[in-house]
């Protein structure tokens, strides 16, 4: 499940169609939670814009990719354990997977589509989400950037948090990491890098659909505690 976004190349908006489709082929919720938390990385745009941005510093990309795998296959076998799989979900979306059509006509050409279409908005999603990582660097006082930025556990916190609020994509997310490096820890950024595909406002909007409220509190939990624990590992015994 975790490598299932190298075939379907999305972003973690782009995933929750897919997701839903995998719940109408009658796949368990901790399958469906694995292939959420890891496809928006393992992607093969994603790839590609990360060695571009961090190509001088490998040790930012393997770490970003090793820690998407581990938690998100964690995560899902932590769900695994719940016995009644159907109260992870919403009433409504269980009417949803009923009411579904099982047949759908499958084409090669939803790979080339999603994969044009994903690397057609890359440009844009990189100018805007440039913008919104300048304007943080820009309006936040260089005191508190540099205070928060070399602090080992409040810089994974910030870039944490940030990833949240801008909800870039993460087709592109490794330029805006680009733009903190010089000012924060590398385990912040490897955070920022792992943490926001899988959690921010944008994909939570749009996995309330899905989820029950307590599901997700729960996965939000999760994530950001192995997100944090892995930071914390990354700034104080690898970098």
């Known amino acids: 499940m975790p490598f299932l976004g190298v075939i379907f190349p999305v972003c973690e908006c782009g995933n929750i169609p897919v997701a839903k489709r995998l719940f109408v082929k009658g796949l368990k919720s901790s ?5 959420i938390l890891a496809a928006p990385a393992f992607n093969p ?3 590609l814009s990360t060695y571009t941005a961090f190509r001088a510093t490998p040790e930012i990309i393997f770490f970003r990719f090793l820690l998407t795998y ?12 719940k016995k009644n799989d159907a109260e992870l979900l919403k009433p409504s979306f269980l009417d949803e997977i009923a009411c579904a059509p099982r047949n759908v006509k499958k084409s090669g050409k939803i790979f080339a589509s999603n994969f044009m279409d994903d ?3 890359m440009l844009v999603s990189l100018v805007i989400g440039s913008l919104i990582a300048s304007a943080l660097q820009s309006f936040t006082p260089l005191d508190i950037l540099k205070t928060l930025g070399q602090n080992p556990i409040l810089s994974i916190l910030t870039m944490m948090i940030i990833a949240f609020v801008i909800s870039i994509c993460s087709n592109v997310d490794a330029f805006v990491a680009l733009s903190y490096s010089t000012r924060f820890t590398s ?3 490897v955070a920022f890098l792992v943490f ?18 307590k599901t997700l509190i729960l996965l939000i939990l999760i994530v950001s505690i192995l ?13």
């Open 70 to 81: 581990l938690i998100a296959v964690s995560v899902g076998i932590l769900f695994s354990y």
């Open 45 to 47: 745009i994603v790839f």
């Open 119 to 121: 690397f057609g908005m």
């Open 31 to 35: 399958h469906v939670i694995t292939f």
């Open 196 to 213: 926001g595909p899988m959690i921010d406002i944008k994909s939570l909007s749009m996995l309330a659909n899905i989820f029950t409220k």
């Open 187 to 189: 385990g912040s950024i």
């Open 227 to 239: 997100t944090f624990i892995s930071g914390l590992i990354l700034n104080f015994y690898i970098f």
